[in-house]
């Protein structure tokens, strides 16, 4: 388990990177303001999470149900939370919203909360 965690956090990072790089200078020419600002917290909330992601793979040994629960909470709402909001950008930018993307963003911020939960919870 360790290993998926960590191979998925610098996924993660390595694309927050990425994304980042792509936002401040490709995207910049072609968003409005608040799209460009979706767009930056997609890859902030991205970053923070490959980083826990890094940390806990190193930590938890994965023994507990709880923090294997936590971890796969935490890389799927990271996922779901940035990935439907860089979709939500792109396809706003292009004039052809992806409104199904819209109750994906909240699902993905609620699996966010539970892992951070799980978390604390595992180190009581």
Known sequence: MEKYVLLIATLYGALGIIFGAFGAHALKKIFSEELLKSFETGVKYQMYHAI???????????????????????????????????????????????????????????????????????FL
């Open 52 to 122: 826990v992601l890094l940390f806990i793979g190193f930590q938890l040994p994965f023994t507990q149900t709880i923090e294997k629960s936590a971890a796969w909470s935490l890389i799927a709402g990271t996922f779901l939370f940035s990935f439907s909001i860089y979709g939500l950008c792109m396809s706003s930018a292009k004039g052809k919203k992806l409104k199904f993307l819209g109750p994906i963003t909240p699902l993905g911020g609620l699996l966010l909360v539970i892992g951070w939960i799980l978390l604390g919870v595992s």
